[in-house]
């Protein structure tokens, strides 16, 4: 069964200071992996994607994450952080075999200091 | 732009009651999701559909029932409320021919059951 574990539950961080949230995910196949992001009072949405290319992708804001399929790992970052990322990011992962269902992490709630 | 959108922001109910969910979307896609949203747990899926009548359970199913009348629209019903379903609802669609099956999520529904 396939499995997404986010490393961090929040993460404080100081404006400019860089951000890597950690993913790793459990499933032995082909996958498409996922950031969203939930500003606060607002929908999930779509931060980047992976699902073939490139393992560097990079996404919204100034966001980019790399798999890295040996360790079976899809890390976020983001270089300088701004008061305006707070928020929580979840990473989720598609199972080619699995069709259409996607598993979410447990979510990283990020709070930007200003 | 794409859009979906669910029937409540807000919904307090008793105990016993009998809710409907509503979540439209107007897209055009195939597919469409539920999921409830609880902190610490991230996301996780109720019920699915990929087609109109069709569904499929998702991890948590028990307690709740779902309806696909029509393409546009995924109704999820919860047959007698308890207190342990307080919860924030999302629905989702995504598209079938979609290379990497990401999803467009609606604004959320916050279900409180007392």
């Known amino acids: 069964a396939q499995s997404v574990s986010q490393h961090n539950h929040h993460v404080i961080l100081s404006e400019a200071a860089s951000l890597e949230l950690g993913c790793n995910y459990s499933y032995g196949g082909t996958v498409n992996l996922f950031w969203y992001v939930q500003y606060p009072g607002q929908h999930l949405q779509l931060l980047l994607k992976?699902?073939?290319?490139?393992?560097l992708v990079k996404g919204i804001k100034g966001f980019e994450a790399e798999f890295i399929k040996s360790k079976f790992s899809f890390n976020l970052r983001k270089p300088s952080v701004q008061w305006s990322d707070t928020a929580e990011y979840f990473c989720?992962?598609?199972?080619?075999?699995?069709?259409?269902?996607?598993?979410f992490g447990a979510g990283t709630r990020l709070f930007v200091k200003a | 732009d794409v859009k979906v959108t669910q029937s409540s922001r807000y919904l307090v109910k008793r105990t016993g009651e009998k809710v409907f969910l509503e979540c439209v979307q107007d897209?055009?896609?195939?597919?469409m999701f539920w999921y409830r949203q609880d902190p610490g747990l991230g996301l996780r899926l109720i019920y699915f559909?990929?087609?109109?009548?069709?569904?499929e359970k998702g991890d948590i199913p028990e307690g709740y029932s779902v309806s696909r009348e029509k393409k546009e629209r995924f109704s999820l019903i919860l047959e007698s409320a308890s207190t342990n379903q307080t919860s924030m609802y999302l629905c989702?669609?995504?598209?079938?021919?979609?290379?990497?099956?990401?999803?467009?999520f609606g604004p959320g529904t916050r279900l409180t059951v007392t």
């Open positions: 992976y699902f073939s290319g490139d393992p």
């Open positions: 897209m055009d896609h195939e597919n």
């Open positions: 559909s990929y087609d109109v009548k069709m569904k």
């Open positions: 989720a992962v598609n199972g080619i075999l699995e069709g259409f269902k996607t598993i």
């Open positions: 989702a669609s995504s598209p079938q021919k979609s290379s990497s099956y990401e999803q467009y």
